[in-house]
C-alpha cells in the first residue's frame, strides 16, 4: 500500500494562489499595481525567480496584466466577458442604450467604456474569406474592410477585421467611423442585406507575434480565433469577421434548440 504523501506545489504555485486569493479578497482592488518582486522578497515571500513566475502565472490566469514602465497591476477585467452568441446579434441586444454594436454592449454591462479603434480601407481580402464572399480575389479593391482594435477602458480585448462586398459596402455609411446604433449589422438591413444565418468557427491557436504585441499577452498565450460568416435571406454571405480574443479574457457560450417543433429530420 502506497502511503507517501503527495508531493507539495512548487512554492511559486503555492505563492501565485497565495495572491489570487487576496486579490479575490479586495486587498487587492482592480486596476492597482501589485507590490514590487524585490517587497515580496523582502517580506520572505519567495526568491525573486518564485516571485516573477508567480506574477507570470496571475498574468496567465488573466488575473493581472503587466504594463510596461509601470508593473504587475489587478485586471480590472477579473471576470470574463461574457460573449453570448445566440443573443448578441439580436437587434435589441446590439443597439442597447444606443450601443454601435454587439461589443459595445457587452463592455458596457462589465460597467466599463468600450472603444473602437477602425481603420477602414478598399481592399483585397484573404482568399478563404473572398471564397465565402464571392467575389474576386485577384480584384485590388473588391470589398470593404474594418479592422479594429477593440478596447474596454484602456485595455485592448479584441482584434478584429470585418470584410464587406463592395458591391453592397462601398459608398455606404459601412465605410464611416461610427457606423451608428447597432453597428453595420444595423447598416446591412438598412441596405436589404438583413443578417438571416450565421455561422461561427472557432479554433484555439497561438497568437502571431503582432497579435501577441497587439493584445499585450505573453507569446505562450492561446487565443480564440472566431471566423464570423454572416447571410442574408437569399443566403448571400454579406460579412465575414475574424476575431482574436484571448482566451483568459473571454468565455464563449452557444445555446441552440434541439429538435425544434416542425423540425423533421430529412430522408
Known sequence: MNTREPASPPRWKQLADELAAEIADGRYQPGEKLPKIEDLVVAGRGSRTTVQRA?????????????QRVGTVVSPIL??????????????????GQSRGAFDTEIRRLGM???SRPEISRGRPPARVAEILGVDGDEPESVVIRARVMLADDIVVQLA??????????GSQLEEQNTGPGGSKSRLAELGHAQAEITETIDVRSPTAEEARGLAIPAERQVYEITHVARDAEGRAVEVAV??????????SYTWSVDPPGDTPQQ
Open 79 to 96: 471576470g470574463k466577458i461574457h460573449r453570448d452568441a445566440m443573443n448578441r446579434y439580436r437587434q435589441a441586444r446590439r443597439e442597447e
Open 161 to 170: 477585421s470585418s470584410y464587406f462586398p463592395g458591391d453592397i459596402a462601398f
Open 113 to 115: 467604456t468600450p472603444t
Open 243 to 252: 476575431h482574436v480574443v484571448s482566451t483568459t479574457l473571454w468565455t464563449l
Open 55 to 67: 506574477y507570470a502565472d496571475l498574468t496567465e490566469r488573466g488575473l493581472t496584466i503587466g504594463i
